[in-house]
């Protein structure tokens, strides 16, 4: 009990901490650089804003090559396109911001059972994959339907051990939502609430029942079991 609290302590802590250097971090460069704010996914900014087209409906490709009254333009200028590369870049950098913490939360609260490595690394990989697909899709209905296609061909699917697991998986997708339509800042606020909310869950252990302990006592057992055959 004693180790639990000091694990609970600890991760408050940390994500405490932590929220408050990122959101300290965005206020700074909103007061110092109000300009750089424009080229942060923060308030619904998205790739054609930054390059300085209306969002309606027409194609990302069909603006970038073509200019009200002519047929087609030079396309966007240099000053454009380092814009673009700036947000792009913002938007998969914080989306790794955001997601640090959530995976943080994961690891702390499911360390008693034991978790996979590859399941915490794809609570970081999968949001900057949703960025991604968001972004390429903007307004271009056909590529939607395409790249659902691709993934319906693929038939990507993920194992997962506990209900919690899902759970997780779509708080990931759900900041990678986020970062692709510009409403990063949406996803840091419910990554707040989220891994406060699951840590708190955690150390007072709301819902507890016979069933999971018993349940929670195989799996230490098991884990035990796995790690002193690996020592062997």
Do not use: H
């Not at 073509?66 to 590369?85: K, R």
């Not at 919690?164 to 707040?192: H, N, P």
């Not at 609430?193 to 029942?209: H, M, Q, V, Y």
């Amino acid at each position: 009990m004693t180790e639990d609290n000091g694990a609970f302590r600890k991760l408050i802590a940390l994500l405490s901490v932590y929220f408050a250097l990122l959101f300290s971090a965005v206020l700074a460069v909103g007061l110092l650089r109000p300009e750089a704010i424009s080229l942060l996914p923060l308030g619904g900014t998205d790739a054609l804003e930054v390059l300085g087209f209306d969002n309606t409906g027409q194609s990302f490709t069909d603006q970038i090559t073509s200019a009200p009254g002519t047929e087609v333009s030079q396309g966007p200028t240099f000053a454009q396109i380092v814009s673009l590369a700036v947000f792009l870049a913002s938007s998969l950098i914080g989306t790794l911001l955001v997601m640090l913490p959530v995976a943080w939360t994961y690891s702390a609260i499911t360390r008693d059972t034991g978790y996979r490595k590859s399941f915490v690394r794809t609570l970081l990989v999968l949001p900057l994959c949703a960025t991604t697909i968001v972004l390429l899709i903007q307004n271009n209905l056909a590529l939607a339907f395409g790249l659902a296609a691709m993934v319906a061909a693929v038939r990507f699917r993920v194992s997962l051990r506990e209900a919690i697991d899902g759970i997780f998986i779509f708080a990931s997708i759900c900041v990678g939502l986020a970062a692709g339509i510009g409403f990063l800042g949406i996803g840091a606020i419910m990554a707040v609430f989220f891994c406060f909310t699951n840590a708190i869950l955690w150390k007072i252990e709301f819902g507890r029942n016979p069933i999971d302990d018993a349940r929670m006592e195989k799996k230490r057992a098991e884990l035990t079991a796995s790690q002193n055959q690996g020592k062997s």
